[in-house]
């Protein structure tokens, strides 16, 4: 028999849960939160109670998004959170039930990531360079590990100075989940890293010397935020006369991929060296290359073009 519950202990149990047994990192316990509070202030309009909601207040509120138009994908992430929260329930003896058992997602078609080219790539490192003030040497180390290494920006963002004081080609990043892994420092980053060390000493606020982060800055973390992370790539991108919205560290991480399965290497390598923790999602990376190998095909080779139909043939 199910026992007496309150719905918003119980959300906190269960983020608590994932947190602690399952590894879940700070943004996954975030947009779990979001995602189960919307369920709940939805269902509070109508004096229900999330904990004790059925198969119908689900799909109602599946219906409700999209009818707001709001995309399939993240209308499955949201049943995601929700699966997940009933599953605890039922574990924990606090329901009999999963009323999001036979529910089923809305399909996405999920599409190809925005990748830049190794010549746009290049501009950007060129126009970084000719930058040689403390900012520019910080601006060239965060492009040479974004793309070089492929580096999330929330990893980079919170990466260690400890991480990087050492003379191998690989540094350890901390991922999604706390999950540690190897990303490749290239002869080029080591440089650029190796200049920017010189000069992180001008970033370091002066209530804060020991703080431990590569990226210090005065902001309330310690460490360079993620938007200011997106700003400075835009402004370089603007500075390499590169259209600011196709840049992001994020599409620098997919360069990173794509250029490398281009290149001949395998998936289960990309998969490693980005942190993915299922390779379903680092085969995106070979629609990607086929994609541009077609379009090389089609421009390049003599076979490639389509000819003119003779008139009477």
């Given amino acids: 028999m ?20 399952r590894g879940a990192g700070a943004n996954t316990l975030a947009a779990y939160r979001r995602d189960l509070l919307d369920f709940a ?23 409700g998004l999209s009818s707001s138009g709001l995309a399939a994908s993240t209308q499955a992430r949201k049943l995601s959170a929700l699966r997940q929260f009933y599953g605890f329930l039922y574990a924990e003896g606090h329901r009999n ?12 078609t999920r599409p190809l990531p925005k990748i830049l080219s190794a010549a746009d790539l290049d501009s950007m490192l060129a126009a970084a360079a000719q930058d040689r003030t403390p900012e520019g040497l910080r601006l060239s180390l965060v492009v040479e590990m974004l793309y070089g290494g492929g580096l999330r920006v929330s990893e980079l963002a919170g990466l260690k100075l400890a991480a ?32 920017y060390l010189a000069v992180r000493a001008e970033f370091v606020p002066r ?10 800055s005065r902001s309330a973390e310690g460490f360079l935020t993620r938007r200011r992370f997106h700003q400075l790539l835009k402004a370089l991108a603007l500075k390499a006369g590169i259209d600011p919205a196709k ?3 994020h599409v620098l991480r997919h360069a990173f991929a794509t250029h490398l399965v281009e290149g001949g290497a395998d998936l289960r390598s990309v998969q490693t060296l980005l942190g993915h923790a299922d390779i379903a999602t680092t085969q995106i990376y070979t629609h990607v290359a086929r994609d541009h190998l077609s379009r090389v095909m089609t421009s390049a080779h003599p076979l490639g073009k389509a000819k003119p139909v003779k008139n009477g043939s």
């Fill in 2 to 21: 199910a026992r007496k519950i309150d719905s918003a202990h119980l959300i906190e149990a269960f983020l608590d849960m994932m947190g602690a047994e």
């Fill in 41 to 63: 202030g939805h269902l509070s309009l109508k004096g229900a109670d999330p904990a004790k909601a059925g198969r119908d207040e689900v799909r109602a509120f599946l219906t």
């Fill in 97 to 108: 039930d999963d009323p999001t058992q036979t529910i089923e997602a809305p399909r996405a």
């Fill in 164 to 195: 990087v004081k050492t003379k191998e080609s690989f540094i350890r990043v901390t991922g999604k989940g706390n999950k540690e892994r190897l990303s490749p420092l290239s002869p080029a980053a080591r440089t650029a890293l190796d200049a």
């Fill in 207 to 216: 209530h804060d010397q020991n703080n431990r982060y590569l990226f210090a």
């Fill in 247 to 249: 840049v992001s560290p």
